[in-house]
Protein backbone atom coordinates (compact mmCIF):
# COMPACT_ATOMS: atom_id res chain seq x y z
CA UNK A 1 0.00 0.00 0.00
CA UNK A 2 1.32 3.15 -1.15
CA UNK A 3 -0.05 6.81 0.61
CA UNK A 4 1.21 10.26 -0.64
CA UNK A 5 0.50 12.54 2.14
CA UNK A 6 0.67 16.17 1.26
CA UNK A 7 0.91 18.48 3.64
CA UNK A 8 -0.43 22.31 3.07
CA UNK A 9 1.05 24.25 5.14
CA UNK A 10 -1.06 26.80 6.74
CA UNK A 11 0.29 29.89 8.40
CA UNK A 12 -2.64 31.67 9.62
CA UNK A 13 -7.25 30.99 10.23
CA UNK A 14 -9.60 33.51 10.04
CA UNK A 15 -13.14 33.73 9.26
CA UNK A 16 -13.92 34.57 5.74
CA UNK A 17 -16.76 34.41 2.87
CA UNK A 18 -15.78 31.39 1.77
CA UNK A 19 -13.92 28.19 2.88
CA UNK A 20 -10.51 28.20 1.05
CA UNK A 21 -6.77 28.44 1.73
CA UNK A 22 -5.41 31.11 -0.34
CA UNK A 23 -1.53 31.48 0.30
CA UNK A 24 -1.14 29.72 3.41
CA UNK A 25 -4.37 31.48 4.86
CA UNK A 26 -7.57 29.32 5.47
CA UNK A 27 -10.79 31.17 5.64
CA UNK A 28 -13.50 29.75 7.13
CA UNK A 29 -17.16 30.25 6.09
CA UNK A 30 -18.36 30.17 9.85
CA UNK A 31 -21.91 29.46 9.20
CA UNK A 32 -21.18 26.98 6.30
CA UNK A 33 -18.84 25.13 9.18
CA UNK A 34 -21.25 24.89 11.66
CA UNK A 35 -23.94 24.07 9.46
CA UNK A 36 -22.42 20.90 8.17
CA UNK A 37 -21.12 20.31 11.92
CA UNK A 38 -24.72 19.89 13.01
CA UNK A 39 -26.11 18.42 9.72
CA UNK A 40 -27.45 15.89 12.41
CA UNK A 41 -31.31 16.00 14.10
CA UNK A 42 -30.16 15.12 17.44
CA UNK A 43 -28.06 18.54 17.18
CA UNK A 44 -29.30 21.82 18.86
CA UNK A 45 -26.54 23.82 18.73
CA UNK A 46 -23.09 24.60 17.20
CA UNK A 47 -20.74 27.48 18.13
CA UNK A 48 -17.59 27.99 16.00
CA UNK A 49 -14.54 29.96 17.41
CA UNK A 50 -11.03 30.23 16.70
CA UNK A 51 -8.16 29.49 19.31
CA UNK A 52 -4.56 30.36 18.09
CA UNK A 53 -1.18 29.39 19.92
CA UNK A 54 -0.33 32.48 22.62
CA UNK A 55 -3.92 33.37 22.88
CA UNK A 56 -5.23 33.70 26.43
CA UNK A 57 -7.66 30.69 25.72
CA UNK A 58 -8.85 27.60 27.73
CA UNK A 59 -10.77 25.08 25.67
CA UNK A 60 -12.93 22.43 28.46
CA UNK A 61 -13.45 20.09 28.54
CA UNK A 62 -12.51 18.89 25.20
CA UNK A 63 -13.73 15.45 23.31
CA UNK A 64 -11.26 15.21 20.17
CA UNK A 65 -9.09 17.15 18.45
CA UNK A 66 -9.13 16.36 14.66
CA UNK A 67 -6.59 16.94 12.03
CA UNK A 68 -8.51 18.37 8.58
CA UNK A 69 -7.49 15.67 5.85
CA UNK A 70 -9.13 15.37 1.96
CA UNK A 71 -8.54 12.26 0.07
CA UNK A 72 -7.31 13.50 -3.04
CA UNK A 73 -7.15 10.03 -5.07
CA UNK A 74 -7.46 6.01 -4.50
CA UNK A 75 -10.39 4.68 -2.63
CA UNK A 76 -12.66 6.09 -0.38
CA UNK A 77 -12.84 8.96 1.77
CA UNK A 78 -11.64 9.87 5.58
CA UNK A 79 -12.74 8.37 8.34
CA UNK A 80 -14.32 5.49 6.51
CA UNK A 81 -17.35 3.35 7.96
CA UNK A 82 -17.98 6.60 9.66
CA UNK A 83 -18.33 9.33 7.77
CA UNK A 84 -17.37 7.99 4.52
CA UNK A 85 -18.06 4.61 2.76
CA UNK A 86 -16.71 1.70 4.05
CA UNK A 87 -13.83 1.43 1.42
CA UNK A 88 -10.33 0.40 2.42
CA UNK A 89 -7.94 3.55 2.78
CA UNK A 90 -4.21 4.37 3.03
CA UNK A 91 -3.78 3.91 -0.81
CA UNK A 92 -3.33 6.99 -3.59
CA UNK A 93 -3.29 10.09 -2.46
CA UNK A 94 -4.69 11.90 1.01
CA UNK A 95 -4.39 16.31 1.91
CA UNK A 96 -3.61 17.82 4.86
CA UNK A 97 -3.94 21.43 6.52
CA UNK A 98 -0.95 21.34 8.36
CA UNK A 99 -1.38 23.51 11.58
CA UNK A 100 -5.11 23.23 11.70
CA UNK A 101 -7.38 21.18 14.10
CA UNK A 102 -10.74 20.70 15.00
CA UNK A 103 -11.53 20.82 18.62
CA UNK A 104 -14.88 19.52 20.14
CA UNK A 105 -15.99 21.02 22.83
CA UNK A 106 -19.89 20.58 24.52
CA UNK A 107 -21.33 19.43 27.93
CA UNK A 108 -20.97 16.12 27.96
CA UNK A 109 -18.31 14.75 30.88
CA UNK A 110 -17.39 11.32 31.26
CA UNK A 111 -15.31 11.07 28.13
CA UNK A 112 -12.20 12.40 26.46
CA UNK A 113 -12.71 15.78 29.30
CA UNK A 114 -9.50 16.96 29.39
CA UNK A 115 -8.49 20.68 28.34
CA UNK A 116 -6.20 22.69 26.59
CA UNK A 117 -4.67 25.95 27.29
CA UNK A 118 -3.21 27.93 24.39
CA UNK A 119 -1.07 30.30 26.54
CA UNK A 120 0.63 30.30 30.03
CA UNK A 121 2.08 27.02 31.60
CA UNK A 122 -0.31 25.10 30.42
CA UNK A 123 0.54 25.04 26.99
CA UNK A 124 3.15 23.86 27.74
CA UNK A 125 2.35 20.35 28.28
CA UNK A 126 -0.52 20.36 25.37
CA UNK A 127 0.82 19.76 21.76
CA UNK A 128 -2.51 21.00 20.69
CA UNK A 129 -1.47 24.68 21.94
CA UNK A 130 0.60 24.58 19.23
CA UNK A 131 -1.82 24.25 16.88
CA UNK A 132 -4.11 27.04 14.69
CA UNK A 133 -7.71 25.48 16.38
CA UNK A 134 -11.10 25.66 14.98
CA UNK A 135 -13.50 24.99 18.21
CA UNK A 136 -16.97 23.57 17.80
CA UNK A 137 -19.07 23.76 21.01
CA UNK A 138 -21.58 21.17 19.87
CA UNK A 139 -24.82 21.18 22.28
CA UNK A 140 -27.46 18.41 21.82
CA UNK A 141 -31.19 18.20 21.80
CA UNK A 142 -32.64 17.62 25.38
CA UNK A 143 -32.57 14.02 26.89
CA UNK A 144 -30.07 12.35 24.77
CA UNK A 145 -28.54 9.10 26.42
CA UNK A 146 -25.01 9.87 27.00
CA UNK A 147 -23.63 7.15 24.49
CA UNK A 148 -25.51 8.75 21.80
CA UNK A 149 -24.80 12.00 23.02
CA UNK A 150 -20.87 10.92 22.99
CA UNK A 151 -21.52 9.39 19.06
CA UNK A 152 -22.95 12.48 17.66
CA UNK A 153 -20.44 14.40 18.79
CA UNK A 154 -17.79 12.42 18.05
CA UNK A 155 -19.36 11.92 14.42
CA UNK A 156 -19.71 15.88 13.95
CA UNK A 157 -16.12 16.65 14.55
CA UNK A 158 -15.15 14.35 11.98
CA UNK A 159 -17.66 16.45 9.53
CA UNK A 160 -16.06 19.07 10.70
CA UNK A 161 -12.40 17.93 9.51
CA UNK A 162 -13.51 16.13 6.29
CA UNK A 163 -15.30 19.75 5.57
CA UNK A 164 -12.40 22.02 6.31
CA UNK A 165 -10.19 19.23 4.88
CA UNK A 166 -12.25 20.00 1.08
CA UNK A 167 -10.41 22.94 0.89
CA UNK A 168 -7.09 21.88 0.60
CA UNK A 169 -8.26 19.44 -2.53
CA UNK A 170 -6.69 21.24 -5.56
CA UNK A 171 -4.36 23.41 -3.38
CA UNK A 172 -0.58 22.01 -4.44
CA UNK A 173 0.68 21.11 -0.86
CA UNK A 174 3.71 22.24 0.16
CA UNK A 175 5.77 18.97 0.55
CA UNK A 176 4.60 15.43 -0.16
CA UNK A 177 5.98 12.48 2.19
CA UNK A 178 5.62 9.39 0.40
CA UNK A 179 4.68 6.16 2.71
CA UNK A 180 4.73 2.47 1.43
CA UNK A 181 4.27 -0.67 3.06
CA UNK A 182 4.12 -3.67 0.99
CA UNK A 183 2.47 -7.17 1.37
CA UNK A 184 4.26 -9.32 3.60
CA UNK A 185 6.25 -11.76 1.56
CA UNK A 186 7.57 -8.87 -0.66
CA UNK A 187 7.98 -6.40 2.54
CA UNK A 188 10.74 -9.08 3.64
CA UNK A 189 12.07 -9.75 0.26
CA UNK A 190 12.60 -6.02 0.06
CA UNK A 191 15.26 -5.74 2.94
CA UNK A 192 16.03 -9.00 3.79
CA UNK A 193 19.67 -7.79 6.33
CA UNK A 194 17.19 -5.60 8.20
CA UNK A 195 15.13 -7.25 10.97
CA UNK A 196 11.50 -7.03 10.74
CA UNK A 197 9.57 -4.79 13.14
CA UNK A 198 5.97 -5.03 14.07
CA UNK A 199 4.20 -2.16 15.57
CA UNK A 200 1.47 -3.83 18.28
CA UNK A 201 -0.86 -0.84 18.26
CA UNK A 202 -3.27 -0.88 21.44
CA UNK A 203 -6.53 0.69 21.33
CA UNK A 204 -8.39 1.62 24.46
CA UNK A 205 -11.74 -0.08 24.67
CA UNK A 206 -13.33 0.32 28.19
CA UNK A 207 -16.92 0.57 26.97
CA UNK A 208 -18.73 3.42 28.40
CA UNK A 209 -17.76 5.99 26.66
CA UNK A 210 -14.27 4.69 26.59
CA UNK A 211 -14.01 3.34 22.86
CA UNK A 212 -11.94 3.40 20.21
CA UNK A 213 -13.29 2.69 16.33
CA UNK A 214 -11.63 0.81 13.16
CA UNK A 215 -13.25 1.49 10.28
CA UNK A 216 -16.51 2.33 12.12
CA UNK A 217 -16.71 -0.97 14.02
CA UNK A 218 -16.53 -0.25 17.99
CA UNK A 219 -12.58 -1.57 18.51
CA UNK A 220 -14.16 -3.98 21.86
CA UNK A 221 -15.31 -6.42 18.97
CA UNK A 222 -12.13 -6.95 17.07
CA UNK A 223 -10.23 -9.65 17.14
CA UNK A 224 -6.44 -8.33 16.73
CA UNK A 225 -5.92 -7.72 12.80
CA UNK A 226 -3.19 -6.43 10.80
CA UNK A 227 -3.63 -2.95 9.60
CA UNK A 228 -1.35 -1.13 6.99
CA UNK A 229 0.39 2.17 8.37
CA UNK A 230 -0.98 4.33 5.55
CA UNK A 231 -4.57 3.11 6.13
CA UNK A 232 -4.46 4.73 10.20
CA UNK A 233 -3.35 8.39 8.21
CA UNK A 234 -6.62 8.32 6.53
CA UNK A 235 -8.72 8.15 9.62
CA UNK A 236 -9.15 4.34 9.45
CA UNK A 237 -8.72 4.45 13.40
CA UNK A 238 -10.97 7.08 15.44
CA UNK A 239 -10.84 8.25 19.28
CA UNK A 240 -14.34 6.99 20.79
CA UNK A 241 -13.08 9.46 24.14
CA UNK A 242 -12.18 8.29 27.30
CA UNK A 243 -11.33 10.12 30.53
CA UNK A 244 -7.96 10.90 31.69
CA UNK A 245 -7.26 13.31 28.70
CA UNK A 246 -3.66 13.17 29.24
CA UNK A 247 -3.00 9.52 27.75
CA UNK A 248 -6.11 9.25 25.35
CA UNK A 249 -5.42 9.11 21.88
CA UNK A 250 -7.40 12.40 20.23
CA UNK A 251 -8.03 11.14 16.38
CA UNK A 252 -5.36 13.93 15.03
CA UNK A 253 -2.95 11.61 17.38
CA UNK A 254 -3.75 8.46 15.50
CA UNK A 255 -4.08 10.42 11.75
CA UNK A 256 -0.39 11.09 12.58
CA UNK A 257 0.67 8.67 14.77
CA UNK A 258 4.55 8.96 15.85
CA UNK A 259 5.36 5.26 16.29
CA UNK A 260 4.62 4.90 12.60
CA UNK A 261 6.32 8.17 11.46
CA UNK A 262 9.10 6.93 12.85
CA UNK A 263 9.07 3.67 11.98
CA UNK A 264 8.94 4.72 8.21
CA UNK A 265 11.82 6.83 8.92
CA UNK A 266 13.59 4.45 9.29
CA UNK A 267 12.67 1.56 7.20
CA UNK A 268 14.89 0.33 4.84
CA UNK A 269 17.81 2.19 6.46
CA UNK A 270 18.58 0.38 9.58
CA UNK A 271 14.86 -1.58 9.99
CA UNK A 272 12.38 -3.37 7.86
CA UNK A 273 8.65 -1.92 9.20
CA UNK A 274 6.15 -4.93 8.66
CA UNK A 275 3.20 -3.16 9.50
CA UNK A 276 0.56 -2.29 12.58
CA UNK A 277 -1.13 -5.09 14.72
CA UNK A 278 -4.27 -3.27 16.36
CA UNK A 279 -5.59 -5.11 19.77
CA UNK A 280 -7.61 -3.91 22.38
CA UNK A 281 -8.00 -3.48 26.08
CA UNK A 282 -11.18 -4.73 27.31
CA UNK A 283 -12.06 -4.56 30.38
CA UNK A 284 -12.79 -8.90 31.04
CA UNK A 285 -10.07 -10.75 31.61
CA UNK A 286 -10.77 -13.60 28.92
CA UNK A 287 -11.31 -10.84 26.23
CA UNK A 288 -7.45 -9.63 27.51
CA UNK A 289 -6.22 -13.16 27.24
CA UNK A 290 -7.96 -13.90 23.96
CA UNK A 291 -6.79 -10.49 22.56
CA UNK A 292 -3.27 -10.65 23.53
CA UNK A 293 -2.97 -14.62 22.47
CA UNK A 294 -4.18 -13.92 19.40
CA UNK A 295 -1.42 -10.76 19.01
CA UNK A 296 1.32 -12.63 19.76
CA UNK A 297 0.26 -15.28 17.56
CA UNK A 298 -0.41 -12.27 14.86
CA UNK A 299 2.98 -11.48 15.73
CA UNK A 300 5.32 -14.53 15.73
CA UNK A 301 3.05 -15.26 12.01
CA UNK A 302 4.46 -11.84 10.45
CA UNK A 303 7.80 -13.31 11.42
CA UNK A 304 8.81 -10.18 13.40
CA UNK A 305 12.29 -10.23 15.15
CA UNK A 306 11.21 -7.28 17.03
CA UNK A 307 8.33 -5.53 18.27
CA UNK A 308 7.14 -1.52 19.55
CA UNK A 309 3.98 -1.93 21.59
CA UNK A 310 2.23 1.08 22.88
CA UNK A 311 -0.52 1.21 25.91
CA UNK A 312 -3.48 3.40 25.79
CA UNK A 313 -4.51 4.65 28.80
CA UNK A 314 -3.49 2.92 32.50
CA UNK A 315 -5.18 1.19 35.65
CA UNK A 316 -5.93 -2.52 34.25
CA UNK A 317 -4.86 -1.80 30.48
CA UNK A 318 -1.57 -1.90 32.05
CA UNK A 319 -2.30 -5.96 31.70
CA UNK A 320 -3.01 -6.14 28.53
CA UNK A 321 0.41 -4.43 27.87
CA UNK A 322 2.38 -6.85 30.42
CA UNK A 323 0.21 -10.22 28.32
CA UNK A 324 1.24 -8.87 25.04
CA UNK A 325 4.90 -8.13 26.15
CA UNK A 326 5.26 -11.43 27.60
CA UNK A 327 3.49 -13.57 25.45
CA UNK A 328 5.23 -11.89 22.31
CA UNK A 329 8.89 -12.36 24.63
CA UNK A 330 8.35 -15.49 25.34
CA UNK A 331 8.17 -16.93 21.23
CA UNK A 332 11.80 -15.56 21.48
CA UNK A 333 10.72 -11.80 19.89
CA UNK A 334 12.26 -8.65 21.88
CA UNK A 335 9.32 -6.11 23.02
CA UNK A 336 10.10 -2.46 23.49
CA UNK A 337 6.77 -0.66 25.70
CA UNK A 338 5.10 2.65 25.61
CA UNK A 339 3.74 3.52 28.69
CA UNK A 340 3.25 6.64 30.71
CA UNK A 341 3.62 6.62 34.90
CA UNK A 342 0.93 6.89 37.42
CA UNK A 343 3.24 7.10 40.11
CA UNK A 344 1.67 9.52 42.53
CA UNK A 345 2.52 12.56 43.53
CA UNK A 346 5.31 12.50 44.74
CA UNK A 347 6.28 9.80 41.67
CA UNK A 348 7.54 7.22 44.03
CA UNK A 349 4.46 4.25 43.96
CA UNK A 350 4.66 1.73 41.54
CA UNK A 351 3.77 2.83 37.94
CA UNK A 352 2.02 0.52 36.46
CA UNK A 353 -0.94 -1.80 37.82
CA UNK A 354 0.92 -4.91 36.58
CA UNK A 355 4.07 -5.62 36.33
CA UNK A 356 6.64 -9.04 33.87
CA UNK A 357 10.06 -9.57 34.55
CA UNK A 358 10.08 -9.70 30.37
CA UNK A 359 9.33 -6.14 30.54
CA UNK A 360 12.99 -4.83 30.24
CA UNK A 361 12.78 -2.31 27.72
CA UNK A 362 10.33 0.47 28.31
CA UNK A 363 9.65 4.12 27.59
CA UNK A 364 7.99 6.30 29.75
CA UNK A 365 5.92 9.00 28.89
CA UNK A 366 5.84 10.95 32.03
CA UNK A 367 4.06 10.96 35.48
CA UNK A 368 0.28 11.70 34.76
CA UNK A 369 -0.81 12.25 39.26
CA UNK A 370 2.05 15.19 38.87
CA UNK A 371 0.21 18.41 40.21
CA UNK A 372 0.21 21.31 37.99
CA UNK A 373 -1.64 25.26 38.82
CA UNK A 374 -3.06 26.88 36.00
CA UNK A 375 -3.46 30.17 35.92
CA UNK A 376 -7.05 32.22 34.95
CA UNK A 377 -7.69 32.24 31.22
CA UNK A 378 -9.29 35.90 29.66
CA UNK A 379 -11.12 33.10 27.86
CA UNK A 380 -13.01 29.99 28.50
CA UNK A 381 -14.84 28.17 25.46
CA UNK A 382 -17.09 25.59 26.97
CA UNK A 383 -17.73 25.09 30.65
CA UNK A 384 -14.77 25.65 33.50
CA UNK A 385 -17.14 24.00 36.40
CA UNK A 386 -16.22 20.35 34.97
CA UNK A 387 -12.39 21.00 36.62
CA UNK A 388 -13.91 19.94 39.57
CA UNK A 389 -15.48 16.34 38.53
CA UNK A 390 -12.91 15.46 35.23
CA UNK A 391 -10.09 12.83 35.69
CA UNK A 392 -7.73 14.34 37.49
CA UNK A 393 -9.30 17.46 38.84
CA UNK A 394 -11.06 17.37 42.85
CA UNK A 395 -13.77 19.31 44.33
CA UNK A 396 -12.47 23.14 44.89
CA UNK A 397 -9.72 22.46 41.33
CA UNK A 398 -11.39 25.48 39.91
CA UNK A 399 -9.99 28.94 41.81
CA UNK A 400 -12.35 31.26 42.37
CA UNK A 401 -10.09 33.36 40.19
CA UNK A 402 -10.34 30.78 37.57
CA UNK A 403 -7.32 28.75 38.19
CA UNK A 404 -7.02 24.86 38.42
CA UNK A 405 -5.29 23.12 40.47
CA UNK A 406 -5.06 19.70 39.72
CA UNK A 407 -3.35 16.74 38.42
CA UNK A 408 -0.81 16.89 34.91
CA UNK A 409 -3.66 14.05 33.81
CA UNK A 410 -6.44 16.86 32.87
CA UNK A 411 -4.62 17.85 30.04
CA UNK A 412 -4.94 16.84 26.99
CA UNK A 413 -1.88 14.58 25.64
CA UNK A 414 0.11 15.34 28.40
CA UNK A 415 1.64 11.74 28.87
CA UNK A 416 0.45 10.38 25.39
CA UNK A 417 1.50 7.09 25.20
CA UNK A 418 2.51 7.27 20.59
CA UNK A 419 4.85 9.91 22.48
CA UNK A 420 3.03 12.72 20.58
CA UNK A 421 3.46 14.67 23.97
CA UNK A 422 6.01 17.64 24.85
CA UNK A 423 7.52 16.37 28.01
CA UNK A 424 11.12 14.91 28.28
CA UNK A 425 13.49 13.94 30.71
CA UNK A 426 17.19 14.74 31.02
CA UNK A 427 19.52 12.56 33.43
CA UNK A 428 22.02 15.09 35.17
CA UNK B 1 -8.30 -12.15 53.31
CA UNK B 2 -9.83 -13.15 49.67
CA UNK B 3 -9.51 -10.57 47.32
CA UNK B 4 -11.99 -10.93 44.64
CA UNK B 5 -10.98 -9.25 41.71
CA UNK B 6 -11.55 -9.14 37.96
CA UNK B 7 -7.93 -8.90 36.76
CA UNK B 8 -6.62 -12.35 38.31
CA UNK B 9 -2.78 -11.31 37.50
CA UNK B 10 -2.63 -8.31 38.79
CA UNK B 11 -4.04 -9.75 41.99
CA UNK B 12 -1.46 -11.83 41.86
CA UNK B 13 1.16 -9.64 41.43
CA UNK B 14 -0.07 -7.71 44.22
CA UNK B 15 0.28 -10.93 46.19
CA UNK B 16 -3.14 -11.75 47.56
CA UNK B 17 -3.01 -15.40 48.91
CA UNK B 18 -6.67 -15.93 48.04
CA UNK B 19 -8.38 -14.76 44.60
CA UNK B 20 -11.73 -14.83 43.59
CA UNK B 21 -12.00 -14.00 39.82
CA UNK B 22 -15.26 -11.78 38.91
CA UNK B 23 -16.86 -10.66 36.09
CA UNK B 24 -15.95 -7.34 34.54
CA UNK B 25 -14.28 -4.25 35.76
CA UNK B 26 -17.10 -2.10 35.55
CA UNK B 27 -19.34 -4.58 37.15
CA UNK B 28 -16.89 -7.02 39.23
CA UNK B 29 -20.36 -8.48 40.99
CA UNK B 30 -22.73 -8.11 39.37
CA UNK B 31 -23.54 -8.61 35.26
CA UNK B 32 -26.19 -5.69 33.84
CA UNK B 33 -26.81 -7.87 30.89
CA UNK B 34 -28.93 -10.54 33.36
CA UNK B 35 -32.15 -10.47 34.29
CA UNK B 36 -32.72 -9.59 38.07
CA UNK B 37 -32.97 -13.28 38.94
CA UNK B 38 -30.19 -14.94 37.26
CA UNK B 39 -27.95 -11.22 38.36
CA UNK B 40 -28.76 -12.13 42.15
CA UNK B 41 -28.03 -15.84 41.83
CA UNK B 42 -24.90 -14.76 39.98
CA UNK B 43 -24.02 -12.89 43.05
CA UNK B 44 -25.00 -15.00 45.84
CA UNK B 45 -22.78 -17.70 43.82
CA UNK B 46 -19.51 -15.28 43.69
CA UNK B 47 -19.74 -14.12 47.73
CA UNK B 48 -20.67 -18.09 48.28
CA UNK B 49 -17.19 -18.65 46.44
CA UNK B 50 -15.51 -16.13 48.80
CA UNK B 51 -16.91 -17.18 52.07
CA UNK B 52 -16.07 -20.80 51.32
CA UNK B 53 -12.04 -19.43 49.77
CA UNK B 54 -11.81 -17.54 53.87
CA UNK B 55 -12.19 -20.61 55.20
CA UNK B 56 -9.82 -23.17 53.11
CA UNK B 57 -6.59 -23.00 54.08
CA UNK B 58 -4.00 -22.06 51.29
CA UNK B 59 -0.18 -22.64 51.37
CA UNK B 60 0.55 -19.93 49.13
CA UNK B 61 -1.50 -17.74 46.40
CA UNK B 62 -4.15 -19.33 45.15
CA UNK B 63 -6.92 -18.75 42.25
CA UNK B 64 -10.75 -20.21 43.42
CA UNK B 65 -11.52 -20.64 39.52
Known amino acids: MRLEVGNILIKEIQFGDRTEVKEGVLFINREELAKVTGEDDRIASVDVYLAKPGEEIRIIPVKDVIEPRIKVSGKGGVFPGLISKVDTVGEGRTHVLKGVAVVTTGRIVGFQEGLIDMAGPGAEYTPFSKTMNVVLKVEPVEGLHQHEHERVVRLAGLRAAEYLGRAGQHVEPDHVEVYETKPLLEQVKEYPDLPKVVYVYMLQTQGLLHNSYVYGVDARQIIPTFIYPTEVMDGAVVSGNCVSACDKNPTYIHQNNPVIQDLYERHGKDLNFIGCVITNENVTLSDKERSSNMTAKLVEFLGADGVIISEEGFGNPDTDLVMNCYKIEEKGIKTVLITDEYAGRDGASQSLADSTEKGDAVVSTGNANEIIKLPPMKTVIGYPEVADIIAGGTEGSLGEDGSITAELQIIIGSTNELGYGLLTAKGR | ?65
Open chain 2, 1 to 65: MVHMCTVVPISLTVGANRIVPTVAIPHPLGNPSLNREDEKKLRRKLVEKALNALQTEVSGQTVFE
